[in-house]
T-cell receptor, first 110, second 115 residues
Framework: GENVEQHPSTLSVQEGDSAVIKCTYSDSASNYFPWYKQELGKGPQLIIDIRSNVGEKKDQRIAVTLNKTAKHFSLHITETQPEDSAVYFCAATTGNMLTFGGGTRLMVKP | GAVVSQHPSWVICKSGTSVKIECRSLDFQATTMFWYRQFPKQSLMLMAT?????????EQGVEKDKFLINHASLTLSTLTVTSAHPEDSSFYICSASGNPTYEQYFGPGTRLTVT
């Protein structure tokens, strides 16, 4: 089955700096890669996604890149704000089955 | 659009009792619903997948007789934790997918505490 590795597990940045979270996956059949933000005590919220036929996607301060050959994808958050502090999960989808990475706890210090 | 609700948001029950958690897709028809469990500081682990009108498919290691899943309509799935024990205490999250099938929308989760 699919295996998704996510790094780093924790990330602390100063407000205004950029944050980068990286994931690798194992199943070349995976073709959809969503990123979720989870705040304490809440369910995951989709923040951006990318399909396998696209190399990069951007939505305001958030961008995702995908390298299918290397089987890795990354989340980039620019101009971080304290409200960006949360746990972020990457995921890879094969068919309709999601496999999550282990999560990254992002702390943005004001 | 694509809103999923869960009820209750939290529940405390005594060991040996059963608890039912509801998951509803509010503005779309969910052909497939998923149930996840999340322990503190860990990732989401898929428990089972259910399609409307069919029996659920359980992941390896998940007891189907303990975690009863019913997906009776395109907007409602229920998870019943039977004979709950303290080790069943966890955060249970459902998700739903419709069209396209690869997009999953998550509910807000249910915190279960078994005393």
């Amino acid at each position: 089955g699919e295996n998704v590795e996510q790094h780093p597990s924790t990330l602390s940045v100063q407000e205004g700096d950029s944050a980068v979270i990286k994931c690798t996956y194992s199943d070349s059949a995976s073709n959809y890669f969503p990123w979720y933000k989870q705040e304490l005590g809440k369910g995951p919220q989709l923040i951006i996604d990318i399909r396998s036929n696209v190399g990069e996607k951007k939505d305001q301060r958030i961008a995702v890149t995908l390298n299918k050959t290397a089987k890795h994808f990354s989340l980039h958050i620019t101009e971080t704000q304290p409200e960006d502090s949360a746990v972020y999960f990457c995921a890879a989808t094969t068919g309709n089955m999601l496999t999550f990475g282990g999560g990254t706890r992002l702390m943005v210090k004001p | 659009g694509a809103v999923v609700s869960q009820h209750p948001s939290w529940v405390i029950c005594k060991s040996g009792t059963s608890v039912k958690i509801e998951c509803r897709s509010l503005d779309f028809q969910a052909t497939t619903m998923f149930w996840y469990r999340q322990f503190p500081k860990q990732s989401l682990m898929l428990m089972a997948t259910s399609n409307e009108g069919s029996k659920a498919t359980y992941e390896q290691g998940v007891e189907k007789d303990k975690f009863l899943i019913n997906h009776a309509s395109l907007t409602l799935s229920t998870l019943t934790v039977t004979s709950a024990h303290p080790e069943d205490s966890s955060f249970y999250i459902c998700s739903a997918s419709g069209n396209p099938t690869y997009e999953q929308y998550f509910g807000p989760g249910t915190r279960l505490t078994v005393t």
